[in-house]
């Protein structure tokens, strides 16, 4: 394990668990690498240096949002609480969306920088937001991706708040914008109430890496806000790309974030060099991640030995020079003729691989529900209860005894429940993704 990073910036750590003992022809390695940074920023409110982070907060002002009230309300006071947990010297501005976008703060086509000042006449301009039209989610991301394009900042972050469906714009419309703005910025998205997509607001957040949940609770939004706009002011290192290098004779068959959720990148990869892609991690603060890598090497006899992959985490550097590298770990792989050695599975490889299995059964069990397949339905979402269990995971079984009679969890025996909440079922499928953290001895 090394670390490269300068003494002001945030350090990095990379740490390899995998079972590097393979049989005699086996071909097939995976490692779970972790990724620690520490040292980064804080969110407290102290002034950041110009150019240190921009942040556009969208919110659907669609018709829907009149239908309770206390939604538009919400939506009003979140993002107000939103503005107060900006720092000083943060880029910032405000979207109204709702079959167009229009910006609401400052309304110069240009980002306001975070002061007193500044704060309250958002604050101000925020009272003037009422409810009309419908939803074309890309009109807003575009504005939102123009605003941030601008900027100089080096974190640069979306808060995106919807309600309902992204009906008053083609799909492929939406696939493009999300595909557009990979890369330029990253984006937390939040559905308020129970009438939106699930798909929809995990498939942004999905692309532009960043978080999703319910809020069904409008009067929990502020909360939420807060708290986001906190992890934003903390985020200190922007454009991080796991590198994966390979020797010549091995491929990546896949590489997926497992913690603290499951995001696969695998169709991300950029090449780097003919044997070595970059896959984005986003930006970054002082927080643990975990990925799981399968590399496919070739064959080779007992008592042979190589280096599988080299893991790297890398940043742009200046303009002219090659990128920075700020920890890197090493896999191996090994082959010997001990069948417990080579058979053996890694318990962090085993309690990811589990986890990735969850978050699957409870969103096909979920859809079996949806389609009228009971049967399907049952064992899926038995088959999920029973890796909650068995692995710890307490918050995701909570939400699945919401959905299910559970009548022994550790076989996965269960029953679907008659009648479930809308809001329960959303939240069990928004949420599905979120895992739990391998008990290390």
């Known amino acids: 394990m090394a670390n490269f990073a300068k003494p002001s910036a945030p350090r990095f750590s990379v740490e390899v668990y995998q079972n590097e003992f393979l049989a005699e022809g086996a071909r097939d390695v995976h490692a779970i690498v972790t990724v620690t940074s520490t040292g980064g920023a804080t969110a407290t409110r102290t002034a950041v240096a110009p150019g240190g982070a921009a942040v556009v907060i969208m919110v659907d002002c669609s018709g829907s949002m009149e239908y309770p009230p206390d939604k538009m309300r919400g939506a009003r006071e979140a993002t107000a609480a939103a503005v107060d947990t900006l720092r000083d010297g943060t880029a910032f501005a405000v979207i109204a969306g709702t079959h167009v976008a229009r910006e609401v703060f400052p309304r ?32 807003w991301l575009r504005l939102a991706d123009g605003l941030l394009h ?56 999905s692309a532009l890496l960043g978080t999703a949940d319910i809020v069904a609770d409008p009067a929990r939004l502020s909360a939420d806000f807060t708290h986001m706009m906190e992890k934003v002011m903390g985020k200190e290192v922007a454009d991080v790309s796991l590198r994966l290098w390979t020797p010549v004779g091995a491929e990546v068959l896949y590489v997926k974030q497992v913690a603290p959720a499951v995001q696969d990148l695998t169709g991300r990869r950029t090449e780097a060099s003919p044997r070595a892609g970059d896959y984005p991690t986003g930006s970054w603060g002082d927080e643990s991640r975990e990925y799981h890598v399968c590399v496919r090497v070739p064959g080779a006899s007992v008592g042979q030995e190589m280096l599988a992959a080299r893991a790297a985490l890398v940043m742009p550097g200046a303009p002219g020079e090659d990128p920075a590298v700020l920890a890197q770990g090493l896999v191996r792989a090994v082959w010997t003729d ?12 085993a309690h990811y691989t589990g986890q990735a299995e969850l978050a699957q059964a409870i969103q096909q069990g979920l859809e079996a529900r949806k389609l009228g397949d009971v049967g399907g339905a049952t064992a899926k979402l038995g088959r999920a209860v029973q890796l909650a269990s068995s692995s710890g995971n307490a918050d995701t079984a909570k939400l699945l005894a919401k959905v299910v009679d559970v009548v022994d969890a550790a076989a996965g025996t269960v029953r679907l429940k008659a009648k479930v909440a809308d809001a329960d079922e959303m939240t069990l499928e928004t949420r599905s993704t979120q895992t739990v953290r391998v008990r290390k001895s």
């Open 338 to 349: 001990d069948l417990a050695a080579s058979t053996a599975i890694n318990p962090q490889v």
């Open 150 to 205: 601008g900027s100089t900042a080096a974190i640069r972050h979306g808060i995106l708040l919807t309600d309902g469906r992204n009906e008053h714009e083609d799909p492929a419309v939406l696939r493009a914008t999300l595909d557009a703005c990979a890369g330029r910025f990253t984006c937390d998205a939040r559905g308020v109430g129970t009438d939106w997509e699930v798909k929809e607001v995990t498939g942004i957040a």
């Open 108 to 139: 110069r086509g240009l980002l306001a920088i975070a002061d007193a000042g500044t704060r309250a006449q958002a604050k101000e301009a925020l009272r003037g937001l009422t409810s009309g039209g419908g939803t074309a989610i890309g009109t």
